[in-house]
């Protein structure tokens, strides 16, 4: 998604695109010389370019610069991430791990690109996130 772009909605969008760009949400930066200690709460778009050392929940997205650091879990709808993550990344409908990605953590979001050279070390979920189904119980029958 670049800065600049179109507030009208394309019909190639997906519906989260669509949202972005017709909302006027916030756009939030911590920039590459600070690092924040504590919670990010934000409805809008975060970018970090420098250090969060705690959680970050985001209702539209988060933008991981290369060279950037979260020691902490994000939550938000799309994770597009460049830098290095010690946390596990909960995306709603997508996470993007570009080629200069580390993820050292779990992974739960309904899609998933991981361009050539990007690394997430931890496990993957695919799917709803807000799945409403119990997960299958598994019994164990020891005795026969």
Do not use: W, Y
């Not at 394309?10 to 924040?36: C, F, G, M, W, Y």
């Not at 990344?89 to 050539?116: F, K, N, P």
């Amino acid at each position: 998604m670049a800065i600049f772009s179109s507030t009208t909605p394309r019909s190639e969008d997906t519906p989260a695109q669509a949202r972005r760009r017709s909302d006027h949400t916030s756009l939030s930066i911590v920039a590459k010389d600070l690092t924040v200690v504590g919670d990010l709460n934000t409805e809008g778009v975060v970018k970090i370019e420098g250090q969060v050392k705690g959680t970050i929940r985001a209702a539209t997205q988060v933008l991981l610069a290369p060279g950037a650091l979260v020691v902490g879990d994000i939550h938000t709808a799309e994770a597009v991430v460049g830098g290095r993550v010690e946390g596990n990344v909960h995306a709603s409908d997508r996470v993007e791990v570009q080629a200069t990605a580390e993820i050292q953590g779990d992974v739960l979001t309904r899609r998933i690109v991981v361009l050539e050279g990007g690394s997430v070390n931890g496990s993957l979920k695919m799917g709803s996130l807000h799945d409403p189904r119990p997960e299958p119980e598994q019994v164990l029958d020891l005795d026969g």
